[in-house]
């Protein structure tokens, strides 16, 4: 009887570690942790797009479609090794400096991957790639979603910041 007991304790903590550990967040994550008018730097405005961008992105801030997620992340390259077919969701917003509404002085990519699985391997990539740009970039992570920010100049890089605190807080509500 003793043996039953421990070993139906010990099935029930395994079930319940593997439950917790594979969180998934959906799509609806991303209107929920989104940048905001109010999260924007005084000085800065959401960018106008140029016209090529505007290919891709169908406004700023944008909820991309299939064909803008595969051209930002395998196109374009987002991240080395970006695999798009893992890719649930995306969001981006261009901010620019309001002297040059044109440039992308800042940028943030919302990606919610479609499972734990995914989201793990492609978050290693993008890490990768945050650890060697450290002074450009900041990365949020919650379950399969994250959020990518990254500023041109360095000058910069305390908006970001400040906005990855945003976003980490939204992410804990």
Do not use: W
Request: proline share 3%; charged share 25%; aromatic share 6%.
């Amino acid at each position: 009887m003793k043996y039953a007991i421990f070993g139906t304790l010990a099935l029930m903590s395994i079930f319940l570690l593997f439950a917790n550990s594979s969180a998934e967040v959906g799509a609806d994550i991303i209107d929920k942790i989104k940048l905001t008018d109010a999260d924007i730097p005084a000085d800065f405005a959401y960018g106008v797009l140029p016209d090529r961008v505007k290919r891709v992105l169908k406004g700023n801030p944008a909820q991309l479609d299939r064909a803008a997620i595969r051209k930002v992340i395998k196109d374009m390259e987002l991240y080395p090794g970006g695999d798009h077919t893992t890719v649930l969701a995306m969001h981006a917003a261009v901010i620019a400096h309001k002297k040059n509404p044109h440039d992308d002085d800042i940028v943030c990519y919302i990606i919610v991957y479609k499972d734990m699985k995914s989201a793990k391997h492609e978050i290693e990539k993008l890490s990768a790639l945050v650890g060697a740009n450290k002074t450009r970039t900041v990365m949020v992570t919650r379950d399969n979603c994250a959020v990518f920010l990254f500023v041109d100049e360095e000058a910069n890089f305390h908006h970001i910041q400040k906005m990855a605190g945003t976003i980490t807080a939204r992410l804990k509500k």
